[in-house]
């Protein structure tokens, strides 16, 4: 069964340090977004992309976040520089989106467990 | 934007017991409501969703129904085994699909 890839799970870095994520959604799945989960809460969306397109990254914090979807498959989600309260699960999810009539189930990778110190 | 609370945030039944999750939503426009149930160091899984135009859907042990007057659905577990405890996120989707979720139920399961 395809499962979304994401890379590293787990990540330790220093704060003012860069760090970066991947994400290898299931193929043909035009809809990817980044969600942000701290313990004990729900996933907060960061970035939905539209194959290469950007649809909403409202509650991106883009002095030091960035994400980018160039070709319109993989991921990458950048935190430069990382704060302590960074601190979260990254969860990638994709599905079918557009290609679909209907809104179609949401796929999540394992995730990316990010620690600041 | 779209806003979903849900309660409760925590939840202890005994096996065999039925448990229920309440959630609403803020925007009349949402039109799909999927639930996720997310076991400690896993990924969200979905286990059951409904679509607006729907009031009740069953899936064996869990149903999920929809009030869209009232902007609130809610999840159902019957006859719980220590395997359902987890949490659990319920979702509402818009046109845009984007899925805004709930702040999660923890179910335990007490045997």
Same mark, same amino acid.
């Given at each position: 069964?395809?499962?979304?890839?994401?890379?590293?799970?787990?990540?330790?870095?220093?704060?003012?340090?860069?760090?970066a994520?991947?994400? $290898?959604?299931?193929?043909?799945?035009?809809?990817?977004?980044?969600?942000?989960?701290?313990?004990?809460?729900?996933?907060?969306?960061?970035?939905?992309?539209?194959?290469?397109? *950007?649809?909403? $990254?409202?509650?991106?914090?883009?002095?030091?976040?960035?994400?980018?979807?160039?070709k319109? *498959?993989?991921?990458?989600?950048?935190?430069?520089?990382?704060?302590?309260?960074?601190s979260?699960?990254?969860?990638?999810?994709?599905?079918?989106?557009?290609?679909?009539?209907?809104?179609?189930?949401?796929?999540f990778?394992?995730?990316?467990?990010?620690? *600041?110190? | 934007?779209?806003?979903?609370e849900?309660?409760?945030? %925590?939840?202890?039944?005994?096996?065999?017991?039925?448990?229920?999750?309440? #959630?609403?939503?803020?925007?009349? /426009?949402?039109?799909?409501?999927?639930?996720?149930?997310?076991?400690?160091?896993?990924?969200?899984?979905?286990?059951?969703?409904?679509?607006?135009?729907?009031?009740?859907?069953?899936? @064996?042990?869990? /149903?999920?129904?929809?009030?869209?007057?009232?902007?609130?659905?809610?999840?159902?577990? %019957?006859? %719980?085994?220590?395997?359902?405890?987890?949490?659990?996120? #319920?979702?509402?989707?818009?046109?845009? @699909?984007?899925?805004?979720?709930?702040?999660?139920?923890?179910?335990?399961?007490?045997?």
């Amino acid at each position: 069964e395809a499962e979304v890839a994401q890379s590293p799970r787990y990540k330790i870095t220093e704060k003012s340090q860069a760090v970066a994520f991947w994400c $290898d959604p299931i193929s043909g799945h035009a809809t990817l977004y980044w969600y942000r989960q701290i313990l004990g809460q729900g996933p907060e969306l960061l970035v939905q992309f539209q194959d290469e397109s *950007v649809v909403d $990254d409202s509650q991106l914090p883009k002095d030091r976040f960035s994400a980018e979807r160039l070709k319109g *498959v993989d991921s990458t989600l950048k935190i430069q520089p990382a704060e302590l309260g960074d601190s979260a699960m990254y969860l990638c999810a994709s599905s079918l989106g557009a290609r679909t009539e209907n809104t179609g189930e949401l796929f999540f990778g394992e995730g990316s467990r990010l620690t *600041v110190l | 934007g779209e806003n979903v609370e849900q309660h409760p945030s %925590t939840l202890s039944v005994q096996e065999g017991d039925s448990a229920v999750i309440k #959630c609403t939503y803020s925007d009349s /426009a949402s039109n799909y409501f999927p639930w996720y149930k997310q076991e400690l160091g896993k990924r969200p899984q979905l286990i059951i969703d409904i679509r607006s135009n729907v009031g009740e859907k069953k899936d @064996q042990r869990i /149903a999920v129904t929809l009030n869209k007057t009232a902007k609130h659905f809610s999840l159902h577990i %019957t006859e %719980t085994q220590p395997e359902d405890s987890a949490v659990y996120f #319920c979702a509402a989707v818009g046109w845009g @699909q984007n899925f805004v979720f709930g702040p999660g139920t923890r179910l335990s399961v007490l045997p």
